[in-house]
């Protein structure tokens, strides 16, 4: 995901590989954030939605499932 990511902005910015700008130089020029945080930050959005649930839930009763062994 990360080459994918890292691809995108160097063709937003009109630069190649042989133009040997590092990854970390072009995530500041264009002052993107990583496509994984973003996500990280989603997940954990829709964990705190979940969290607020009642009990009694069918996604909270997935908590307190017991697993044998």
Not at 6 to 14: Q, S
Not at 26 to 47: N, P
Request: proline share 1%.
């Amino acid at each position: 995901m990360k080459v994918v990511e890292i691809r995108m902005l160097r063709w937003m910015c009109g630069n190649t590989r042989r133009d040997m700008i590092r990854n970390d130089d072009i995530r500041d020029g264009v002052r993107m954030t990583s496509v994984e945080d973003k996500m990280r930050e989603a997940r954990l959005r829709w964990f705190g939605h979940v969290q607020k649930r009642d009990t009694n839930d069918p996604v909270r009763r997935c908590e307190r499932l017991a697993m044998d062994g």
